[in-house]
């Protein structure tokens, strides 16, 4: 099975010459954008925030640590991953940090392209599920607008050790993806529930909740300040001083939620 979404590309290797024969060989592929490259921890990380790639092609040794640290240091943030690696062994480890594919190397060209289409089946499913969620949430304003719905809960709860917690929406600064759960943040304490973000946005849209990347939620009046890079990417400080990156597909409905849209800024 194919499809045609197209996928950008970031590609991490050290070695110049084993990056640049992966490049050639990405550039074969249809509907593969290679946005950029990097040779180290740092450089991937920053590459990675700066360019928001669909899919990182990630080499697991590198100088400053390895391609698990890249992984760790942008957390709910980090895009898809296809791991290259010369070692078998990684392998294991690549699939415990929820990589779609590993390739070994020497690059065999068959392998690489089917780890590709892998990873476009695999974001094609995420896509939808942020569509489904776009429309639940579309539905439930409607909703509220035309006075239809009752009145929302404005009431969690959460379990911890067997306890469970109840917690004020209005407490809840942002909440983060954390593979099959979500990490509610409220002002200095977090609470791991056993739910995806769609459905929380679904449910905590109608109390002033906005999505504004792909891993995040956050509380319209949480929100104190707007930042934005010499990039042209920007991103949310909250009152706490915690600042959450806007992904680039969310600004025109973080722009309007946030009443930016008249004013042309950020």
């Avoid at 045609?4 to 490049?23: C, G, H, M, S, W």
């Avoid at 404005?154 to 917690?165: A, C, D, E, P, Y």
């Avoid at 929380?200 to 906005?210: N, Q, S, V, Y």
Wanted: aromatic content about 4%; overall charge neutral.
């Amino acid at each position: 099975m194919t499809t045609n979404i197209p996928l950008k590309v970031l590609v991490i290797d050290d070695e110049q010459i084993a990056r640049r024969r992966i490049i050639r060989l990405l550039r074969a592929l249809r509907d593969v954008e290679v946005v950029g490259e990097a040779v180290d921890v740092a450089s991937a990380v920053a590459e990675a925030n700066r360019l928001e790639p669909d899919l990182m092609l990630l080499d697991i040794q590198m100088p400053g640590g390895d391609g698990f640290e890249v992984i760790d240091r942008l957390g709910s943030m980090s895009p898809a991953v296809v791991f290259i690696t010369a070692f078998d062994q990684h392998a294991l480890r690549a699939f415990e940090t929820e990589a779609i594919d590993y390739v070994t190397k020497p690059v065999d060209p068959t392998r690489l392209a089917h780890a590709i289409e892998r990873a476009r089946l695999a974001i094609l499913a995420r896509n939808r599920q942020d569509q489904v969620a776009e429309l639940l949430s579309t539905i439930a304003n409607l909703r509220q607008s035309l006075g239809q719905s009752q009145a929302p809960s404005r009431t969690l709860w959460v379990k911890n050790r067997g306890i469970q917690h109840r917690i004020g929406i209005e407490t809840v600064d942002y909440l983060l993806a954390e593979r099959d759960y979500v990490r509610l943040f409220c002002g200095g304490q977090s609470h791991l529930v056993s739910d995806n973000l769609s459905t929380m946005e679904a449910r905590l849209a109608p109390h002033g909740f906005i999505r504004i990347h792909r891993s995040s939620l956050v509380r319209r009046d949480a929100v104190s300040q707007i930042l934005q890079d010499r990039h042209g990417s920007w991103s949310l400080r909250l009152m706490d001083g915690t600042d959450l990156k806007v992904g680039r597909t969310y600004a025109a409905g973080v722009k309007a939620a946030l009443d930016l849209a008249s004013t042309g800024r950020p």
